[in-house]
């Protein structure tokens, strides 16, 4: 199995920047992807970014391109999610999931997942 642990979060004004990251340790080598989803109070959880085990192919949502990039880490099995130009609508907690096909958008796809982080934009 594969773990994920996130850390990063917590609570920043409107226009900030926080930078998420996500350590990965088990069997990675049967993921060929991890991505990052983030859920809101009453809401569905939403995809965010994917990016293949190589890293050399991000797909972004919609809602945070030209915001949100993926810094490269030398840490092995590590993952990050800079986001910037941060508003109240990105409020939620975010997490880490690891899955076998680079590009899929839906949680339900993706097999293992961290316990997730608070992120918190006050206006």
């Known amino acids: 199995q594969v773990q994920l642990v996130e850390s990063g979060g917590g609570l920043v004004q409107a226009g900030g920047s926080l930078r998420l990251s996500c350590a990965a340790s088990?069997?990675?080598?049967?993921?060929?992807?991890m991505a990052w989803f983030r859920q809101a109070p009453g809401k569905e959880r939403e995809f965010v970014v994917t990016?293949?085990?190589?890293?050399?192919?991000?797909d972004y949502a919609d809602s945070v391109k030209g915001r949100f990039t993926m810094p490269r880490d030398n840490a092995k099995n590590t993952v990050n999610l800079q986001m910037n130009s941060l508003n109240p609508e990105d409020t939620a907690v975010y997490y880490c999931a690891a899955g076998r096909s680079f590009g899929l958008k839906y949680a339900g796809t993706y097999e293992y997942w961290g316990q997730g982080t608070q992120v918190t934009v006050s206006s």
């Open positions: 990016i293949s085990r190589s890293g050399r192919s991000t």
């Open positions: 088990g069997r990675t080598f049967s993921s060929s992807a």
